[in-house]
């Protein structure tokens, strides 16, 4: 019979440390999903801090897509933040067209009336002078940093022509591409000294 008792109690105490084990994990998942919340820039509204990714209040990053949009009103409202750059900077691209990525990039490109791209200027939000396009699969004869005012800008072309320029200025990253159509030097650095 006391054996019984023993195994009897031993099955208790276990139930009850078991228990307490599980209660113990519920307080920590709970603590974690609202320190998720309330804490660091990912849920801000704010310019204060970088959002480089959305976040669900359990961690995971929600997919983020590019948006084709009508206006710049539309891409500032997807962005987030406001950009500079030259209207109709190419004689032959007259159409304007605008893309946005939530709270990350705003683009603006022009094109002929065929459609082809002449020249595209974007904006990224990336808190660390990461560029803006990606040239892992690119090749370019050239690449130089220039001095245009006082930013160091990163020139991609062929010596003589420029076919991307990229560059930062505190938390944002700035490109602008003519791949088509590669700039002189000269047109590519007015076109950057337009850009904020």
């Known amino acids: 019979m006391s054996e019984e008792n023993n195994n009897s109690k031993d099955t208790r105490n276990d139930l009850v440390s078991n228990l307490y084990k599980i209660i113990a994990l519920v307080i920590v998942a709970a603590g974690v999903i609202v320190f998720t919340l309330f804490s660091g820039n990912r849920n801000k509204d704010s310019a204060d801090g970088c959002r480089v990714n959305e976040y669900s209040p359990f961690g995971q990053a929600q997919q983020g897509v590019w948006v084709d949009l009508n206006s710049y009103a539309e891409a500032f409202a997807v962005s987030r933040f406001d950009m500079?750059?030259?209207e109709q900077p190419l004689e032959g691209y007259p159409n304007e067209h605008f893309r946005a990525f939530n709270r990350m990039f705003m683009e603006v490109y022009y094109t002929d009336d065929a459609g082809e791209e002449g020249v595209r200027f974007t904006k990224g939000y990336t808190c660390n002078g990461a560029?803006?396009?990606?040239?892992?699969?690119?090749?370019?004869?050239s690449t130089m940093i220039e001095s245009v005012g006082d930013i160091d800008v990163t020139e991609r072309g062929d010596g003589e022509t420029v076919s991307a320029a990229t560059w930062y200025v505190g938390d944002y990253s700035y490109g602008i591409m003519a791949l088509e159509h590669p700039l002189s030097r000269e047109v590519m650095e007015s076109l950057i000294r337009q850009m904020k």
């Open 84 to 86: 500079e750059y030259p």
């Open 131 to 141: 560029e803006v396009y990606d040239f892992k699969d690119m090749t370019f004869r």
